[in-house]
């Protein structure tokens, strides 16, 4: 399976970005799909998952802030992020909540002033 993550970019804060991740995988809406980042010199972090039901979790730094999403049908999961913080800057991945697919490239967030 191949994951491809994109639109990350550098932002200010209170800001606003969307990320999205297509994988190239057969019945896609069978696994519950996460995203995670990664900053700088820390480990990587759940950061929302979406399961089969659609139902949703969040890390608590993030709630109210990000959104999880899927498009079975084009096979994407997205990320809606907003009111960005400095402390959101890391490389943004998606995977399987099982994290048991091979690591994209990810994608890098950066928020400063």
């Known amino acids: 399976v191949q994951v491809v993550e994109s639109g990350g970019g550098l932002m200010q804060p209170g800001g606003s970005l969307r990320l999205s991740c297509y994988a190239s995988?057969?019945?896609?809406?069978?696994?519950?799909m996460a995203w995670y980042r990664q900053a700088p010199g820390k480990q990587r972090e759940l950061v929302a998952s979406?399961?089969?039901?659609?139902?949703?979790n969040y890390a608590d730094s993030v709630k109210g802030r990000f959104t999880i999403s899927v498009d079975n049908a084009k096979r994407t999961v997205t990320l809606q992020m907003n009111s960005l913080q400095p402390e959101d800057t890391a490389v943004y991945y998606c995977?399987?909540?099982?994290?048991?697919?091979?690591w994209g490239r990810g994608t890098q967030v950066t928020v400063s002033s």
């Open positions: 995977n399987t909540l099982q994290a048991n697919w091979r």
């Open positions: 995988v057969e019945s896609f809406n069978i696994y519950a």
């Open positions: 979406i399961n089969p039901g659609y139902i949703t």
